[in-house]
């Protein structure tokens, strides 16, 4: 029984007029968001635009306005999501240098490598 109340609310919502279902590359990219250009900037935006989030959702009734509000920062908070995994992916290749140098005993790489990693790694920790 439960089931087929799940099956009609879907049908339901995807027969209403002005219920829009897209997939992720069928959505319209109506709203920018903030910019996050550097890991600094995006770990700011994510911080500063998941405060935002978490405090919208504190309420007990999101209103319209506040459903636009929510679908607005959240274009920012995936700029800033996709910096940080870029970033992160590039910090994933450094420690690889990092760790492939320690295997031969070569320091030098070790010394120089390992503090790019760790002032990038430092960037997502503050």
Known sequence: MKFSAVILSA????????????SDDDRPDHFKGEPSETLEQAVRNFSEYNQKLAGMLKQNQLSAEDLYRVHNLTYTLENALGKIEDEVEALEEVLEEVHKASERADGDTVSTRGKVYLEKAQTLIK
């Open 11 to 22: 049908s339901l919502a995807f027969a209403t007029p002005g219920v829009l279902l897209a």
